[in-house]
C-alpha cells in the first residue's frame, strides 16, 4: 500500500500480505524453532507481534552469560523502518534531534524524535546502509507519525520489521565467537559502526551495537537464513560459553547500563492521556542529543525555550543502600519521607555491582551528583509488607561501563 501527498511524492510502502493479523494476534519468530526446545520454563511474552521468552531457565544464569561470556537475544520483534530517497537525510535531520549530517555511511545514530512540544516520541538506533539509505529501528509503532513527518520530502518509507530478522550477540567473548565464525573482517568495527559480512553466501549486516552496555554486536539478515546463523553462531560459541537469554536477564543488564525504554522510564509523547506527563530529552539526560545549530527539527522551539528557562524535571542514577530493589518507590529529599521530590521508573539488584541501582525522575532542585536521596522501599516477606527507607547516592554515569565496550579491535575473552 503505498501513499501520496499532495506532491505526488511517495510517503510509505507498506506490505502486509506476509501476515494475516486478523486471524492470527501473535506470531513465532525466525528463530522459534532454535528458542523452543531452549525454553524449558515455557513463558513466552509478547514483543508487539511476536513471541519473546521471558527467560528460558534461569535468568539470573542467562544474565552472568552476558557480563561472562555471551548471551544472544533475538530482536526480530524490534521495529524497523527503511527510509529511502533523495530527501532521505533531510528529512531525518528534520525529525530527530540530533545533527544527522554528521552520520557517515557505515555508521549508527542513537537518536530521540519529538513533537512540537519537545517531549519525546521515542528512541531508537538509525543505521546509514548508503548514501540515502537508513533503517531507523525503535520500541515502538510509529508509521504514522514518520508518515506525516515526511510531506514534502522525496522520501518512501517501508515498514520491514518482519523482512529482517536480528540477533544481539553480547558479552566479553562476543568477538571471539564471531571470529571464530569466519567473520574475522568484522574486527575493525568501531563502537557504532556496521559492516557487511558474507554467512554462507548470503549478505549479514553486523553492527557494533546493543542494550547491555558491554562488548557486542548486532546481527541483522533475512528470516531465511536465521536458522542457519543461529546453529553457527551456537557451534562457535560451545568452546567459549554461550546461551541464548529472555527479556528478565536484558532487562537487569540495560538498568547497568543506564539505557532508557519507552513506556517504563519515560511515557511516549504520542500515546500520553494527561498533560505532564511525558519528558523532554533535556530532563531525561540526553541534552548531548539535542543540536541547537541546526536551523530547524521536530520540537526545536519548545527545547530551545526549556534550555534557557530550566527544566521541570531531572534524571537520576541511584546506588540505593541494601539489597531490596527499589521498585517504584517514591523519592524523598529526607529520611523520614516529608517531601516528596520524585520516584523510581527503573530498579534491580546489581550482580555485577553487587548493589541495589534505581533510574529515577526527581524536581532538577534535587539529584545532582553526591546528593542523597530516599527512596521509601515496600517489600513482601512471609505474607507481611515491609516498609524501610533507603538511603540513596545520587551518580554520575552508569553503573557498568567496561573499557572492552570501546576497544578496537576487541579482545579475545
Given at each position: 500500500m503505498s501513499e501520496m501527498n499532495r506532491h505526488g511524492i511517495t510517503r510509505g510502502t507498506v506490505d502486509y500480505s506476509a501476515?494475516?493479523?486478523?486471524?492470527?494476534?501473535?506470531?513465532p519468530s525466525p528463530f522459534y524453532s532454535r528458542q523452543e526446545p531452549l525454553n524449558h520454563v515455557k513463558e513466552w511474552g509478547r514483543w508487539a507481534d511476536y513471541l519473546s521468552p521471558r527467560e528460558y531457565s534461569c535468568s539470573d544464569m542467562e544474565y552472568f552469560a552476558c557480563r561472562n561470556t555471551c548471551a544472544v537475544f533475538d530482536l526480530t520483534p524490534m521495529t524497523k523502518y527503511r527510509i529511502t530517497g533523495s530527501?532521505?537525510?533531510?528529512?531525518?535531520?528534520?525529525?530527530?534531534?540530533?545533527?544527522?549530517?554528521?552520520?557517515?555511511?557505515?555508521?549508527?545514530?542513537?537518536?530521540?524524535?519529538?513533537?512540537?512540544?519537545?517531549?519525546?516520541i521515542d528512541d531508537g538506533t538509525i543505521f546509514r546502509l548508503g548514501d540515502d539509505d537508513y533503517r531507523l529501528c525503535s520500541q515502538e509503532?510509529?508509521?504514522?507519525?514518520?508518515?506525516?513527518?515526511?510531506?514534502?520530502?522525496?522520501?518512501?518509507?517501508?515498514?520491514?520489521?518482519?523482512?529482517?530478522?536480528?540477533?544481539?550477540?553480547?558479552?566479553?567473548?562476543?568477538?571471539?565467537i564471531l571470529e571464530r565464525m569466519g567473520l574475522g573482517s568484522i574486527r575493525d568495527i568501531r563502537p557504532f559502526g556496521l559492516?557487511?559480512?558474507?554467512?554462507?553466501?548470503?549478505?549479514?549486516?553486523?553492527?557494533?551495537?546493543g542494550f547491555t552496555g558491554d562488548l557486542g554486536y548486532e546481527a541483522w539478515m533475512a528470516p531465511g537464513v536465521a536458522g542457519a546463523f543461529w546453529d553457527a553462531l551456537f557451534e562457535a560459541g560451545s568452546v567459549t560459553g554461550i546461551r541464548a537469554i529472555g527479556i528478565d536477564a536484558?532487562?537487569?543488564?540495560?538498568?547497568?547500563?543506564?539505557?532508557?525504554t519507552a513506556g517504563v522510564d519515560f511515557v511516549p509523547a504520542d500515546?500520553?492521556?494527561?498533560?505532564?506527563k511525558t519528558r523532554s530529552p533535556l530532563e531525561l539526560g540526553l541534552e548531548w542529543l539535542v543540536d541547537f545549530t541546526k536551523p530547524v527539527f521536530n520540537g526545536r522551539r519548545a527545547l530551545a525555550e526549556e534550555w534557557r528557562n530550566g527544566s521541570r524535571w531531572r534524571l537520576v542514577r541511584l546506588d540505593v543502600e541494601g539489597n531490596k530493589a527499589a521498585k517504584d518507590a517514591y523519592l524523598f529529599a529526607d529520611a523520614r519521607g516529608r517531601k516528596q521530590v520524585g520516584f523510581v521508573t527503573s530498579a534491580a539488584w546489581s550482580p555485577v555491582c553487587k548493589q541495589s541501582i534505581a533510574l529515577g525522575t526527581v524536581d532538577t532542585g534535587h539529584g545532582q551528583p553526591g546528593d542523597t536521596l530516599w527512596a521509601e522501599i515496600y517489600y513482601r516477606r512471609e505474607l507481611h509488607w515491609e516498609r524501610v527507607m533507603a538511603r540513596g547516592t545520587v551518580i554520575d554515569g552508569p553503573f557498568w561501563n567496561p573499557e572492552r565496550r570501546r576497544l578496537t579491535p576487541p579482545g579475545l575473552y
Open positions: 501476515k494475516d493479523h486478523y486471524r492470527t494476534k501473535v506470531f530527501d532521505a537525510l533531510a528529512y531525518l535531520d528534520r525529525l530527530v534531534t540530533r545533527d544527522m549530517q554528521k552520520v557517515a555511511v557505515g555508521r549508527v545514530a542513537y537518536a530521540v524524535w519529538c513533537d512540537d512540544a519537545g517531549q519525546v509503532r510509529h508509521l504514522d507519525w514518520l508518515l506525516a513527518s515526511a510531506i514534502g520530502f522525496d522520501v518512501e518509507i517501508r515498514h520491514e520489521t518482519d523482512e529482517v530478522a536480528g540477533l544481539a550477540i553480547q558479552g566479553p567473548t562476543a568477538f571471539a559492516a557487511e559480512v558474507n554467512f554462507g553466501g548470503q549478505p549479514i549486516v553486523l553492527s557494533r551495537t536484558l532487562e537487569i543488564a540495560r538498568i547497568e547500563a543506564g539505557f532508557l500515546t500520553a492521556v494527561r498533560p505532564g
